[in-house]
């Protein structure tokens, strides 16, 4: 390959590797293996496994190389990740671990969401009881009864701007009060 390997795009990488070009596929390896691992590794929790997946999928890229069409490499390369990711865990090959965290995630979460959710409603209402009366209406008159700005702003008689601006103001005001309680 005569220009600098990071100056070669990734159509012409593919137009070479149909080609048989076995410096344009190292290059493919090379561009992408570290991405595609770490991809396969935070799903599986297995580095054998993931490093396995991801030689799999360069080895059926070599070996498939005059009939592909590969339109965008790096959406082609993910997806094939996806999809033995998927494959592994569908044979059960997937190391148990991976299981246990998520059911342990999963558990811990399905306990605390109704209790959290009883905190945010909670905490919703205080906030809409500590709001300027005129916010309050215009925030009641979006959420709860469904009106449309330009609604509010002819309920209202101000201009329909100032009802968007009050509602970005609102809205932002409402984000941090549930951030720090997410926190």
Same mark, same amino acid.
């Given at each position: ?21 076995? $410096? ?8 992408? +293996? ?27 890229? +070599? ?7 590969? =339109?965008?490499? =790096? ?20 190391? !148990? ?5 998520? @059911? ?7 306990? /605390?969401?109704?209790?959290? @959710? ?8 205080? +906030?809409? !009881?500590?709001? =300027? /009366? ?11 009864? @469904? ?11 101000? $201009? ?24």
């Amino acid at each position: 390959m005569k220009r600098s390997d990071t100056q070669i795009c990734d159509s012409e990488l593919v137009s070479r590797l149909r080609e048989g070009n076995e $410096s344009a596929f190292t290059l493919i390896y090379e561009r992408y +293996w570290r991405e595609l691992y770490n991809k396969a590794y935070k799903r599986l929790m297995d580095y054998e496994l993931a490093f396995d997946i991801v030689q799999e999928i360069y080895c059926d890229l +070599w070996a498939r190389r005059f009939e592909l069409e590969i =339109p965008h490499l =790096p959406a082609y390369l993910h997806q094939a990740v996806k999809f033995q990711v998927y494959k592994a865990i569908r044979k059960g090959k997937s190391t !148990a671990q991976f299981f246990e965290r998520f @059911e342990r995630l999963s558990n811990t979460a399905a306990a /605390d969401v109704s209790l959290l @959710e009883k905190e945010l409603h909670e905490r919703l209402h205080q +906030w809409l !009881a500590k709001l =300027p /009366d005129n916010k309050r209406r215009l925030f009641k008159m979006r959420y709860e009864e @469904e009106k449309s700005t330009s609604e509010i702003a002819g309920i209202m008689n101000i $201009s329909q701007k100032t009802v968007q601006n009050q509602l970005s103001l609102t809205h932002l005001d409402l984000k941090t009060k549930l951030l720090s309680l997410l926190l």
